[in-house]
């Protein structure tokens, strides 16, 4: 179960949005091949294991038989033994009498070698010394070590034989005697080390001589042990039976372990050179494979020049290569492992694996003999956590710029805008947020892996869509602060001045002109993807760039509606309600509306992009002609016919008529307003069609109506029978007619007219 609910864990995280779903097929492909390559492994590893099981088994059985077959012939001999000692008259006194004359000898050649011990280990010295002038060639080193051997045996068997003895003062004497040897010996062990540790420099410098003399010693030593081992086994075993014969009880005691410190030495030579490329590897994690170079002109060396040169039973190359590919791993695991890592070196490690099993199997070796994995089979599990890295700071950057807009935004404190070269008011943060995402698009980019990059950019996608999302639902809230009548003024210029910083903000991110050379942030957003990704994920992102593209201008759009909406709700909350009352005939309210927006048009032209500032125009003029229309529902609204009202409705149009068809020729406006009065005058149109509906005759009223619905597939009831209730002859029959004919009329559905916003 709870294998299960890893794997459903590790699957929830590689599919947490729904593009990750356009992996799958990638996924199961490769999770197929790396399935397919553990079996492979697992077969072969189990195979190996078999066979040397098998071999094993083997090895035990006839060591066995050969235990077996050594215990009879002991026990014949012993036999033997005792039936001659029977068979021979006198057998006890000519058996002492051996026995004396072989103490005898033994006695005379130990005090021999006991005289000529310190002569011996003097002209060993002497050899040494004249070695300590030459560490390279050595050329006394196996006359030494035959020396010392020799010495070591007499040592030994003294020392052996005294404690045979149980003689506590002779066996102190002794050793006292002998201390100088172990001086010597240590001697010895230091020039050893250093043939040892500079055996590749030996090879490389074609010094044969010394690896051959090195190697002669070390395999001597190594059967010497193994002697020794046998030794001590049997007389475990066989203590009673080993002990009457002499023979298994002479020359070397005890395990010298030559052999494993010449293994020891191998990765003793080695780690220093690892520490060095670990400092550089710090310094400079992009040239990790120069700084691993020595490590396979070293395997070189060997596989070149020492192989013919040691005991093939060794198996030298094998040797060098798993010590030096432990060493590797080991490496590697401990920089993976460490939690304060930075991306490029994580992302140096990803990427060497691969170059690590290239190298190797120029030298000869494939995946599958070395073991374990470098990286512990952990590539994919890296770079979810390398691509994790690189999305988390984006995130983290997104998250604090936009808590310091926020905060910045609520409390509209003065100087909290920017202006840029043409004196647009800009947020803060805006250059700042797309100067990291092109960081971060770099460092996505260093991984030379098109599933990083893209999985950053789905993050980007995704933080930038939240971003716009999340300024919208920020506008929308505070601007409801200010729409209610009672609401607290104070701040609303702050306020509007922001809407113009976001609405430029949003324009910014889109600007494309390529006449002047200029470009926004999304294309160049999208350039620096481009050569990132693949040709599969691009069709995404370019759906994706276009919504962001998208998502901007109606964004952008979106302040602008809310600042106009502002202006209506604030500064003519008072003016609209007047409109079409009887107050409305004497005042020229629609006079101060158009000198209000000469008033804000002059103002924010200069800070407000001159894209928008058409669409600011174009808002003015809808959202004007809307209240006018939905004026009709102001409470005291009663038209009548002598009123003479349609004069007034033609002199409220002709004064707005006035105000935006000047703004082109406006001095202060030149080259900034390119809006076609033509649309507009084509949009207040509609004027004229209310008006008719509140002149005609009763029995023309239909008519009337059925023309205007007609060309405005959208017009509403609602509005038509509010504007028929305001006319002074209004009874229920007009208004039943008139909803009889707009069952009868089918008008075809278009495009959105004005009337679609007056209800």
Not at 159 to 174: C, G, K
Not at 361 to 370: F, I, R, S, T
Not at 481 to 509: H, R, T, Y
Request: hydrophobic residues 40%; contains cysteine.
């Amino acid at each position: 179960m709870a294998g299960d609910h890893g794997a459903v864990v590790e699957l929830a995280e590689l599919l947490r949005h729904p593009e990750d779903l356009d992996k799958i097929a990638f996924l199961k492909s490769e999770f197929t091949r790396k399935k397919a390559a553990i079996d492979g492994q697992l077969k072969v590893g189990l195979k190996g294991q078999l066979e040397v099981t098998q071999s094993g088994m083997d090895s035990i059985s006839e060591g066995q038989r050969t235990v077996n077959q050594i215990k009879e012939e002991m026990m014949k001999i012993d036999k033997l033994c005792a039936e001659a000692q029977n068979m021979i008259q006198d057998f006890p006194n000519i058996n002492l009498v051996s026995q004396v004359h072989r103490n005898f000898t033994q006695v005379e050649a130990m005090k021999a070698n006991i005289e000529s011990f310190d002569g011996r280990l003097k002209d060993l010295e002497l050899l040494l010394r004249e070695d300590d002038q030459d560490l390279e060639n050595q050329p006394n080193i196996l006359k030494v070590h035959y020396g010392l051997t020799q010495l070591r045996d007499i040592r030994d068997d003294a020392m052996d034989q005294i404690r045979r003895a149980s003689d506590a003062s002779l066996e102190n004497h002794l050793q006292d005697y002998f201390t100088r040897l172990d001086d010597v010996i240590e001697w010895f062990d230091d020039h050893l080390g250093v043939a040892c540790m500079n055996l590749i420099p030996l090879v490389q410098a074609n010094n044969e001589g010394m690896v051959v003399r090195l190697a002669l010693i070390i395999e001597e030593e190594e059967k010497s042990d193994k002697k020794v081992k046998a030794l001590q086994d049997a007389q475990r075993e066989y203590k009673d039976l080993a002990s009457r014969f002499k023979s298994m009880t002479s020359g070397p005691k005890q395990l010298r372990g030559y052999k494993e410190k010449f293994l020891k030495a191998i990765e003793s030579y080695a780690q220093p050179r690892f520490d060095a490329a670990e400092e550089r590897f710090i310094e400079l994690p992009g040239k990790l494979d120069k700084h691993m170079r020595w490590y396979f002109e070293d395997l070189y060396a060997v596989k070149q020049g020492m192989v013919n040169l040691m005991p093939k039973k060794w198996k030298i190359f094998k040797t060098y290569t798993d010590i030096y590919h432990r060493m590797m791993h080991d490496w590697l695991i401990k920089h993976i492992d460490n939690p304060d890592l930075s991306p490029p070196h994580m992302l140096s490690i990803i990427d060497w694996s691969e170059k690590y099993y290239a190298k190797m199997n120029k030298l000869g070796w494939d995946q599958k003999d070395l073991q374990p994995h470098v990286l512990d089979a952990r590539e994919i599990e890296l770079i979810r956590e390398y691509r994790q890295l690189i999305v988390k700071s984006v995130d983290e950057w997104m998250d604090r710029m936009f808590a310091a807009d926020r905060k910045s935004f609520i409390e509209r404190k003065p100087d909290t805008l920017d202006n840029n070269e043409h004196g647009y008011f800009r947020t803060k943060t805006l250059g700042d947020m797309w100067r990291m995402l092109k960081e971060q698009t770099a460092v996505a980019g260093e991984s030379g892996r098109a599933d990083v990059a893209e999985g950053v950019f789905d993050a980007m996608f995704r933080a930038l869509k939240s971003r716009q999302n999340i300024w919208q639902r920020m506008v929308d809230e505070e601007s409801m602060k200010f729409k209610q009548p009672s609401a607290d003024q104070e701040g609303m210029q702050v306020f509007q001045d922001w809407l113009i910083a976001i609405a430029n903000d949003q324009i910014a991110c889109i600007d494309d002109n390529e006449d002047a050379g200029q470009i926004g942030y999304l294309t160049r957003f999208q350039q620096d993807l481009e050569p990132l990704v693949t040709p599969k994920y691009m069709a995404h992102a370019t759906t994706e760039l276009d919504t962001l593209r998208d998502g901007f201008v109606d964004l952008g759009t979106h302040c602008i509606t809310i600042f106009v909406s502002l202006i209506f709700k604030v500064d003519f909350r008072s003016t609209i309600a007047d409109f079409f009352t009887p107050k409305w005939y004497n005042e020229y309210a629609m006079k101060r509306i158009t000198t209000t927006f000469d008033d804000y048009v002059g103002d924010y032209s200069k800070v407000l992009h001159h894209s928008l500032l058409d669409i600011l125009i174009e808002e003015l003029a809808d959202e004007l002609l809307v209240h006018y229309l939905c004026s009709v529902r102001n409470k005291g609204v009663k038209l009548r016919r002598s009123d003479l009202f349609t004069e007034k409705f033609k002199d409220d149009v002709l004064t707005a008529f006035e105000f935006f068809q000047n703004l082109n020729t406006r001095a202060d406006l030149a080259n900034l307003v390119t809006v076609d009065f033509a649309i507009i005058k084509q949009k207040w149109r509609v004027v004229d069609k209310m008006v008719r509906l509140l002149e005609a005759d009763k029995g023309g009223v239909v008519l009337v109506y059925e023309e205007f619905k007609r060309e405005y597939w959208d017009l509403q009831m609602n509005w038509v029978e509010a504007v028929l209730r305001s006319r002074d002859d209004f009874d229920r029959s007009m208004l039943s007619s008139v909803k009889a004919k707009a069952a009868e009329v089918y008008v075809e559905r278009g495009p959105e007219t004005i009337m679609s916003k007056v209800k």
